[in-house]
Nanobody
Framework: DVQLQASGGGLVQAGGSLRLSCAAS????????IGWFRQAPGKEREGVSC???????YYVSSVRGRFTVSKDKAKNTVYLQMKSLKPEDTAVYYC???????????????WGQGTLVTVSS
């Protein structure tokens, strides 16, 4: 079975950092683009970042320069390093896999469970 496991969320003060991890089982990241999404209470799920099969990275404008996505092929894990966190970054963060890199949630085939990030002011 294809499974994604997101982890690393928690409570952090504004200006702090967190690193989220997305571990895959049942498939190799080599054949997929991996996206990070977030959903705040009462809001739609939005694309935050994605990394293509060849390692090209994409970011939504609100996190560009603060978040960095990367992948460790040996560990079959994708990371989202988040710095200079703001209260508006508070959300449940999800990772997902698809064939072609895109920031649109409905293009993704496989989803992990979410991990909650709370940024206090």
């Amino acid at each position: 079975d294809v499974q994604l496991q997101a982890s690393g969320g928690g409570l952090v003060q504004a200006g702090g950092s967190l690193r989220l991890s997305c571990a895959a089982s049942g498939f190799s990241f080599d054949g997929y683009a991996i996206g990070w999404f977030r959903q705040a209470p009462g809001k739609e799920r939005e694309g935050v970042s994605c990394i293509s099969k060849d390692g090209t990275t994409y970011y939504v404008s609100s996190v560009r320069g603060r978040f960095t996505v990367s992948k460790d092929k040996a560990k079959n894990t994708v990371y989202l390093q988040m710095k200079s966190l703001k209260p508006e970054d508070t959300a449940v963060y999800y990772c997902a896999a698809t064939n072609m890199a895109t920031m649109r949630p409905y293009d993704y085939d496989y989803w992990g469970q979410g991990t909650l990030v709370t940024v206090s002011s």
